[in-house]
């Protein structure tokens, strides 16, 4: 349920403002830390290690990668200089060789670098116990090299229920990728049916865009949430067709359905005592 306010939260989602680029911090309220995409700003000088360092925080439980593009890992150097992370979930049927293979053709950013070093340590699961988000369920849905090759058609989709309440995080899947998934997994399509907020695919850009979601599967969302630099990648088509399709909610003390961190900056989701809301 929405409210216009909240006392102090508990589990809190924060989406920061990385131009072109992802990341966001769920902190639940068991003290576990996950963060989605680690991109930084180029503009600012904010990186999410140095960030985590200076709130105190030397530990994160978890790292989701979503895609394999160099705007949603270019702060995964940094933030492997200033924190110890636990646990790395990706999609893991890219190797970290092919990995290296696919963005060695066009050159491999320091984020992607980094990263299929990390990927060859860290084994994410396969024979520890993942950590426990307390209040939060979550689910991923992949498409699988080498059925699939393109970096954003293999991104891994996060699905989580916070208190309840749905999130889902596409990376920056296309228009193949979203119908491949619907067409394949019923728990994909339930999950969809199940979002409140959707953070928009590939940065809002016109080919993240699935109209299925709306118009044959239920996905009814408060608010879409872009994250992306300027007016740029023709976002400025998809504004108004995502606020459509949204309900919408208080933000700010204003009524809005589209939030966007250009705009909006930082932008952060409250859970407590069976209300949520955005601010």
């Not at 979550?138 to 999130?167: C, I, M, T, W």
């Not at 339930?190 to 016109?206: F, M, Q």
């Not at 009524?255 to 949520?276: A, E, H, P, Q």
């Amino acid at each position: 349920m929405l409210s216009q306010g909240a006392r102090e939260s508990e589990m809190e989602l924060r989406i920061f403002d990385v131009e072109h680029g992802a990341c966001a911090l769920l902190s639940c309220d068991n003290g576990t830390r996950m963060m989605i995409d680690c991109g930084h700003n180029a503009s600012t000088g904010w990186r999410p290690g140095t960030y985590l360092r200076q709130q105190g925080i030397g530990y994160l439980d978890m790292l989701v990668v979503t895609n394999y593009d160099e705007d949603h890992v270019s702060g995964l150097p940094d933030l492997l200089a200033n924190v110890e992370i636990g646990w790395l979930w990706r999609n893991k049927s890219v190797r970290p060789d092919v990995l290296q293979h696919l963005k060695s053709e066009d050159g491999m950013g320091a984020g992607i670098e980094a990263l299929v070093l990390m990927a060859a340590r860290y084994t994410g699961g396969d024979n520890a116990t993942p950590p426990v988000f307390q209040g939060v369920e979550r689910q991923a849905f992949k498409l699988d090299y080498p059925e699939f090759e393109d970096e954003n058609n293999l991104s891994f989709v996060v699905h989580l229920k916070l208190d309840g309440v749905g999130f889902l995080f596409p990376g920056d899947l296309e228009t193949k990728g979203w119908d491949t998934l619907l067409a394949r997994d019923a728990r994909f399509r339930t999950a969809i049916a199940d979002t409140k907020v959707l953070i928009a695919s590939h940065h809002g850009r016109v080919g993240g865009v699935c109209p299925d979601i709306f118009a044959k599967f239920a996905c009814r969302p408060y608010w879409v949430v872009i994250s992306d630099k300027g007016y740029m990648h023709d976002t400025q088509e998809t504004v108004p067709f995502y606020a459509l399709r949204a309900q919408g909610g208080r933000f700010r003390g204003e009524d809005r359905k589209v939030l966007t961190t250009r705009n909006d900056g930082r932008i952060r989701f409250w859970f407590s005592d069976g209300k949520w809301g955005a601010d």
